[in-house]
């Protein structure tokens, strides 16, 4: 998102301003040999982002001088933030509450609890001794959560209490974000949820919430969870998809995410009925935004923009010429150095959308959430749903050249 924000921005006429901790980042990313999109901005400004208390000042001052229209971010940890300054300065946005409350994965719980909305039993405690007598009462195997990162980091299945002292340890060994924020100590225990799982994308404006559909996903890595493809739209009955999307927008009315939000509502199809796993009130990531545009034409990141500016978002279906389409990514098990990882010839097969894959010389460690990928492949189908299929087979003859020493 950090790289179609800009460009949606720039697409849909406007400009904008952005605002960084730490620019020396983007000065050495360079996506396709060019400057970082970000850096496109008019105006670039560096400030402690992590301060929300020094920043809302700052941002009114420049709000008086180059007068903002909408305030948005491409990431997640900065979801909260966003939503106190454009509170802070009357613009577009749900209430910085809301989207706290869904940023916080034990304030997502207690909301949708309170609220009846379906979800795994769950206990969220600091202590050793609490939470050990949380997951006796929950019950194994059980899910180890953080509550306050993202892209599945330090997510895992335990099946015994050693498992859960493992996983209760890693989490205490990474005190701060990626962002440079300090972490809360609290560990949230949830009970293991059966059945696939799908996400539900949405729109919402003006205290309406328009779903765009349903995508499917796959995990893999246990204990860890990691997202190993997606296909758009899933493969679903009728009433799976309804029932999924019903769940979706009773989450959404809870947490009072209802004006001007795109949102990815992540449910577990259970034998007891759809379960809500997250809501997450930003796009999609893991190029699912990309997904939906190649079958309906319709362009999450452009009705991001729109939404943050209080604008009606464009959400008309165009014909694309396919029906579905998948993305699959390449999930390294083991450690080393990359030396060789050959799909070359791939990127010129006619039903392959993307191919992107890491260079030799790359360190590689395996992978224990959505941050290590050495790649993906995406592929579409004019006939149905059989995108995912395609994407597996590149994949496995992109895994046949893969060489990790």
Same mark, same amino acid.
């Given at each position: 998102?950090?790289?179609?924000?800009?460009?949606?921005?720039?697409?849909?006429?406007?400009?904008?301003?952005?605002?960084?901790?730490d620019?020396?980042?983007?000065?050495r990313?360079?996506?396709?040999?060019?400057?970082?999109p970000?850096?496109?901005?008019?105006?670039?400004?560096?400030?402690?982002?992590?301060d929300?208390?020094a920043?809302?000042?700052?941002?009114?001052?420049?709000?008086?001088?180059?007068?903002?229209?909408?305030?948005?971010?491409?990431?997640?940890?900065y979801?909260p933030?966003v939503?106190?300054?454009?509170?802070?300065?009357?613009?577009?946005?749900?209430?910085?509450?809301?989207?706290?409350?869904?940023?916080?994965?034990?304030?997502?719980?207690?909301?949708?609890?309170?609220?009846?909305?379906?979800?795994?039993?769950?206990?969220v405690?600091?202590?050793?001794?609490?939470?050990?007598?949380?997951?006796r009462?929950?019950?194994?195997?059980?899910?180890?959560?953080?509550?306050?990162?993202?892209?599945?980091?330090?997510?895992?299945?335990?099946?015994?209490?050693?498992?859960?002292?493992?996983?209760?340890?890693?989490?205490?060994?990474?005190?701060?974000?990626?962002?440079?924020?300090? &972490? +809360? !100590?609290?560990?949230?225990?949830e =009970?293991?949820?059966?059945?696939?799982?799908?996400?539900?994308?949405? *729109?919402? @404006?003006?205290?309406?919430?328009?779903?765009?559909?349903?995508?499917?996903?796959?995990?893999?890595?246990a204990?860890?969870?990691?997202?190993?493809g997606?296909?758009?739209?899933?493969?679903?009955?009728?009433?799976?998809?309804?029932?999924?999307?019903?769940?979706?927008?009773?989450?959404?009315?809870a947490?009072?995410?209802?004006?001007?939000?795109?949102?990815?509502?992540?449910?577990?199809?259970t034998?007891?009925?759809?379960?809500?796993?997250?809501?997450?009130?930003?796009?999609?990531?893991?190029?699912?935004?990309?997904?939906?545009?190649?079958?309906?034409?319709?362009?999450?990141?452009a009705?991001?923009?729109?939404?943050?500016?209080? &604008? +009606? !978002?464009?959400?008309?279906?165009? =014909?694309?010429?396919?029906?579905?389409?998948?993305?699959?990514?390449? *999930?390294? @098990?083991?450690?080393?150095?990359?030396?060789?990882?050959?799909?070359?010839?791939?990127?010129?097969?006619?039903?392959?959308?993307?191919?992107?894959l890491?260079?030799?010389?790359?360190?590689?460690?395996?992978?224990?959430?959505?941050?290590?990928?050495?790649?993906?492949?995406?592929?579409?189908?004019?006939?149905?749903?059989?995108?995912?299929?395609?994407?597996?087979?590149?994949?496995?003859?992109?895994?046949?050249?893969?060489v990790?020493?």
């Amino acid at each position: 998102m950090s790289r179609l924000l800009p460009r949606a921005i720039r697409e849909g006429g406007h400009e904008f301003t952005f605002l960084t901790r730490d620019l020396h980042h983007y000065l050495r990313s360079a996506p396709e040999g060019t400057a970082h999109p970000l850096l496109a901005a008019r105006h670039v400004i560096t400030a402690d982002t992590n301060d929300t208390a020094a920043l809302l000042p700052l941002v009114e001052r420049l709000h008086a001088v180059l007068g903002f229209d909408g305030v948005l971010t491409s990431c997640d940890y900065y979801l909260p933030t966003v939503g106190r300054i454009a509170g802070h300065l009357g613009l577009p946005g749900p209430s910085p509450e809301a989207v706290e409350n869904a940023c916080r994965k034990d304030a997502t719980r207690r909301v949708l609890a309170d609220a009846g909305v379906p979800g795994p039993r769950f206990a969220v405690h600091e202590e050793w001794a609490d939470i050990a007598c949380a997951a006796r009462e929950i019950g194994y195997p059980l899910v180890v959560k953080p509550i306050d990162l993202c892209a599945g980091m330090f997510v895992r299945r335990v099946d015994d209490e050693e498992q859960l002292a493992a996983a209760v340890s890693a989490l205490a060994d990474f005190p701060v974000n990626a962002r440079g924020q300090r &972490r +809360a !100590p609290v560990v949230l225990l949830e =009970e293991m949820l059966d059945g696939p799982e799908v996400s539900v994308e949405t *729109v919402s @404006h003006a205290g309406t919430v328009h779903v765009v559909g349903v995508t499917d996903k796959s995990i893999g890595g246990a204990p860890a969870f990691i997202e190993t493809g997606h296909m758009f739209p899933a493969a679903l009955t009728a009433a799976d998809a309804e029932a999924a999307e019903q769940t979706a927008l009773a989450a959404l009315k809870a947490l009072g995410l209802t004006d001007g939000v795109v949102a990815h509502t992540e449910i577990k199809l259970t034998t007891d009925g759809p379960r809500v796993v997250e809501v997450n009130p930003r796009p999609a990531g893991n190029r699912i935004t990309e997904l939906i545009r190649h079958v309906t034409g319709i362009n999450l990141a452009a009705a991001f923009v729109d939404v943050a500016l209080g &604008r +009606a !978002p464009d959400l008309r279906r165009a =014909e694309t010429g396919l029906r579905s389409a998948a993305v699959g990514f390449l *999930v390294p @098990h083991t450690a080393g150095t990359l030396e060789s990882l050959e799909g070359g010839p791939l990127r010129h097969a006619p039903d392959v959308l993307e191919l992107q894959l890491a260079e030799p010389g790359k360190q590689v460690k395996a992978a224990g959430s959505n941050n290590e990928y050495l790649g993906h492949i995406m592929a579409g189908d004019p006939e149905g749903t059989g995108a995912r299929d395609r994407v597996e087979a590149l994949l496995a003859e992109v895994r046949s050249g893969l060489v990790i020493r």
